[in-house]
């Protein structure tokens, strides 16, 4: 089979206040909407409440950098005043059902929230999302298997329904790891890609790893992604040394742990005066590139690469 997993689909990363966050990322030149609240009544006939988990995105070419924050139920706090609520539906007899699984991915957002503010979750893209599951599955990678759901987006019609297709892959400690279908083209003119920073892609996760478990991680995710883990993406696995290298000044919050995401850029010149104009620290990567500090970035580092020939592109 050919290799169905190359490129990343997003990144999540997992805060306490969302309007902090979102006002974070526009300091580091991306676009960024107001977040999406779902709302569930909790019984037959009640006023939808806010539930479950709030969640805005920075859109790229062919995938986004997520951020999402997990909600009390009715609770507003850490949004902005401008956050979008959307009402879920069930019917009665489902109610509890729906309600148990969105409590369910509330707390688990929660606990990774408490363990530290940072990335999450890892999402890959995949052309064929149904292959990619019976892949997986003849590879012995335990997943819940394909399931869809439908994303509101506002377009110049109006708002419209893109439906997502993904699976989860059981036991990953590092978080919420899986495969999502290749976003739909359809979809591409409702998202913003004109971003102040001029990011053009998200090519790259870097997941640090304890010292002695770096072989059996990288053959974990070489089952995940059906090749040989390559260098510099869609993921970068290292240790806590080899983290020290690439990203100087870097201590990872725990180990495992997703610890910093790379978009690419035509400009780094320009990014280099944005962050600076914008209060932000700015470090070299020791292949180059440039990165804001985990510390100043609510937890997770963010790297930005100079496009090269035939990356970044849609």
């Known amino acids: 089979m050919s290799h169905d997993l190359t490129r990343l689909h997003h990144v999540g990363h997992v805060v306490s206040d969302m309007a902090r966050a979102m006002a974070l990322y526009r300091r580091l030149g991306f676009h960024v909407g107001p977040p999406a609240v779902p709302a569930l009544a909790p019984r037959e006939g009640a006023a939808p409440e806010p539930f479950g988990a709030a969640n805005t995105h920075a859109d790229l070419a062919r995938g986004f950098v997520e951020l999402v924050t ?121 998202r913003p890609l004109d971003h102040p920073n001029g990011a053009q892609d998200l090519v790259e996760a870097v997941l640090c790893v304890p010292d002695g478990q770096l072989p059996l991680v990288r053959e974990r995710y070489e ?7 390559l260098p510099e993406g869609p993921v970068t696995l290292l240790t806590e040394a080899g983290l020290a290298d690439l990203l100087p000044g870097e201590v990872p919050p725990a180990l495992p742990a997703l610890v910093a995401s790379t978009v690419t850029v035509p400009d780094l010149a320009r990014v280099r005066g944005l962050l600076a104009e914008n209060g932000l620290p700015v470090r070299e990567t020791a292949r180059g ?17 100079q496009i090269r020939h035939g990356e970044g592109e849609a």
């Open 70 to 190: 997990p909600l009390k139920p009715g609770a507003t706090e850490g949004l902005p005043p401008d956050a979008r609520i959307v009402p879920l539906q069930a019917p009665p007899e489902t109610l509890p059902l729906v309600m148990s699984r969105i409590e369910e991915t509330s707390a688990r957002l929660a606990g990774w929230r408490d363990r530290f503010e940072g990335l999450h979750i890892l999402m890959l893209s995949s052309p064929d999302v149904d292959a990619a599951a019976d892949r997986l599955t003849a590879a012995g990678v335990g997943h819940g298997g394909v399931n869809t759901v439908g994303r509101p987006v506002e377009t110049p019609d109006g708002v419209r329904t893109e439906p997502v297709r993904y699976l989860e892959i059981d036991g990953a400690p590092e978080g919420r790891v899986g495969v999502v279908a290749d976003l739909d083209p359809e979809f591409r003119p409702a």
């Open 223 to 229: 089952r995940y992604l059906g090749h040989p883990v």
């Open 289 to 305: 590139e440039l990165f804001v500090p985990a510390e100043a970035a609510l937890g997770a580092a963010l790297i930005f690469r």
